[in-house]
């Protein structure tokens, strides 16, 4: 195991329904990530936190909402979500953000399908 | 734009036998280029890191190259195994502010019996 769980393991849900999930890390970081992996595509970066505050959001739509109450746990909260949302939802964390010499480690992701 | 294309998207080879993967990126200023490997229903773990004053690096039956001046890395796998069969992303790194990362759309790779 890589430090890092997410759950749930994969998630159904109608464009309606509000979901959340849910990411921690074992390994002692000051840095979690979210990001959208989906089928034939780069991963794409979502949100990044430092240190509990959110330093980065890629342009995002408002109907994914990430919350980090300390640096163990990272939240996105889904609601609204379209058909074109489904996708691999991967958590990362590292020590630092955007050290050179940083590396991700990675939850095993949840697999989100909207109806 | 900074970019990071592998070749090929996809890869059958037969148990045992040997394969080379493909990275080429256009991110500069360049700092380094990470290989992960994704299993099936998993997150991606890195297996190797570039820098640039590095041209060969292995680990166990990986083997990573790099040339800068081309901007392209390689990563061959000796003596593949059924449990190699998994997606391979190649992610470059920026020496710029913040220091961004690029990824790859990744090599999916079969190992077949």
């Known amino acids: 195991e890589t430090g890092v769980t997410q759950t749930p393991r994969h998630l159904v849900m109608g464009m309606t329904n509000k979901k959340s999930l849910k990411c921690e890390q074992h390994?002692?970081?000051?840095?979690m990530y979210w990001y959208k992996q989906s089928a034939k595509k780069p991963l794409e970066l979502m949100f990044v936190?430092?240190?509990?505050?959110?330093?980065e959001n890629n342009s995002v739509p408002s109907r994914f909402s990430p919350e980090c109450p300390n640096s163990s746990h990272l939240f996105l909260h889904l609601h609204t979500l379209q058909p074109e949302d489904s996708a691999l939802y991967l958590c990362?964390?590292?020590?630092?953000?955007?050290?050179?010499?940083?590396?991700?480690?990675f939850g095993s992701g949840t697999q989100l399908s909207v109806l | 734009k900074n970019q990071v294309e592998q070749s090929p998207q996809s890869l059958i080879i037969l148990e045992g036998k040997n394969c080379t993967l493909q990275?080429?990126?256009?991110?500069?200023?360049?700092?380094?280029l990470r290989w992960y490997k994704q299993d099936t229903g998993r997150g991606p773990v890195s297996l190797t890191i570039?820098?640039?004053?590095?041209n060969t690096k292995s680990n166990g039956r990986y083997t990573a190259t790099l040339d800068a001046d081309t901007k392209q890395s390689s990563l061959h796998i000796t003596a593949s195994q059924l449990s190699d069969s998994a997606s391979y992303i190649c992610?470059?790194?920026?020496?710029?502010?913040?220091?961004?990362?690029?990824f790859g759309g990744g090599t999916r790779l079969m190992v077949k019996p």
């Open positions: 990362a964390s590292s020590q630092g953000v955007n050290r050179h010499d940083g590396v991700l480690f």
């Open positions: 390994l002692g970081h000051n840095a």
């Open positions: 936190y430092s240190l509990e505050e959110r330093v």
């Open positions: 990275c080429n990126y256009t991110v500069s200023p360049f700092s380094n």
């Open positions: 570039m820098t640039f004053s590095e």
């Open positions: 992610v470059v790194r920026g020496n710029n502010a913040g220091n961004m990362l690029t």
